[in-house]
């Protein structure tokens, strides 16, 4: 479990450094500030919850249930609310028409982010 956090880990902090340099290079011509905001608030999520992974990864030598639903919420909470992001902030230069109806994707990986701190609170009560 614990190579399979740092692991997913590398992977989104990669991606977000990338799409921040796509972002600061080549976004910063096409989308209004406004797209551009929405575009920086995903990496910066992303960044956040990058980091929260391989801070749970020292938990992950502990095993628990609670350490695995942590790392759940906190993947499929980057992917939902940062994904969301990426594709609102560039729906006009993208015209993917399922993209207007994804509005409420990001709330939902919002709340799997707050259940994902939630989890790695529990999971520090209950370690000694």
Same mark, same amino acid.
């Given at each position: 479990?614990?190579?399979?956090?740092?692991?997913?880990?590398?992977?989104?902090?990669?991606?977000?450094?990338?799409?921040?340099?796509?972002?600061? %290079?080549?976004?910063?011509?096409?989308?209004?500030?406004?797209?551009?905001? *929405?575009?920086?608030?995903?990496?910066?999520?992303?960044?956040? %919850?990058?980091?929260?992974?391989?801070?749970?990864?020292?938990?992950?030598?502990?095993?628990?249930?609670?350490?695995?639903?942590?790392?759940?919420?906190?993947?499929?909470?980057?992917?939902?609310?940062?994904g969301?992001?990426?594709?609102?902030?560039?729906?006009?230069?993208? %015209?993917?028409?399922?993209?207007?109806? *994804?509005?409420?994707?990001?709330?939902?990986?919002?709340?799997?982010? *707050?259940?994902?701190?939630?989890?790695?609170?529990f999971?520090?009560?209950?370690?000694?």
């Amino acid at each position: 479990m614990n190579r399979r956090i740092i692991l997913t880990a590398s992977f989104f902090g990669a991606v977000a450094v990338m799409f921040g340099a796509f972002g600061a %290079h080549s976004l910063k011509n096409v989308l209004s500030p406004d797209q551009l905001a *929405i575009w920086t608030k995903g990496i910066e999520y992303q960044f956040y %919850h990058t980091f929260a992974l391989l801070f749970l990864s020292t938990f992950a030598r502990f095993r628990t249930k609670l350490v695995d639903i942590s790392y759940f919420c906190f993947t499929l909470g980057i992917v939902l609310f940062s994904g969301s992001l990426y594709l609102l902030a560039t729906r006009e230069i993208t %015209h993917l028409g399922f993209v207007n109806i *994804i509005g409420p994707v990001t709330p939902l990986g919002g709340l799997l982010l *707050i259940a994902g701190w939630a989890m790695l609170f529990f999971a520090a009560l209950k370690n000694r």
